[in-house]
């Protein structure tokens, strides 16, 4: 009689991360809302091709990030969010992500005196440090459609 293992494909194990608390996304309040537009209003500012990238990239650097300086240091004392947002504006891998990252920072920066912190909290929470229940739930899904 022959014995048969099964091996499982070994996964890997999710380092746990720090996750920043956010408001319930329904709330008024949520900084969520403050990232909203429509998607005319973003299309319209990224696909202006009168303003070059990188001069785009500048003018936010210039014009919202150095001035929110203070701001972005002190809305939330684990993190730097003025040198992660010139980070992100600085190390974007191809221009249209450079692009994408000033447009959204130009938009928050209209949508009121926060904007611009608020836009650094969702990259924080949402794209840099997501969730430990993402992780869990793609290699659940992992280990089922093995």
């Known amino acids: 009689m022959v ?5 499982l494909p070994v996964m890997p194990v999710p380092i746990l991360l720090p996750v920043m608390p956010v408001p319930n996304p329904d709330s008024p309040e949520s900084i969520h809302t ?3 537009c429509n998607s005319d209003e973003f299309w319209k500012s990224f696909k202006n091709q009168t303003l070059p990238t990188d001069v785009l990239s500048n ?4 014009n919202i990030i150095r001035p929110n300086t203070e701001r972005l240091r002190t809305a939330d004392e684990r993190y730097r969010f003025d040198l992660l947002l010139s980070a992100l504006l600085d190390h974007a891998p191809h221009p249209l992500g450079k692009r994408y990252v000033a447009v959204c920072l130009d938009i928050a920066n209209k949508k009121g005196h926060d904007g611009v912190v608020n836009a650094a909290k969702v990259w924080v ?3 840099l440090l997501p969730s430990q ?6 290699n659940v899904y992992l280990l089922l459609n093995s």
Do not use: D
Not at 3 to 7: E, G, K, N
Not at 59 to 62: D, H, K, M, R, S
């Open 3 to 7: 014995s048969s293992t099964l091996l």
């Open 34 to 36: 403050i990232l909203t």
């Open 59 to 62: 003018a936010v650097v210039e």
């Open 125 to 127: 929470q949402y794209l």
């Open 133 to 138: 229940f993402v992780y869990f739930r793609r």
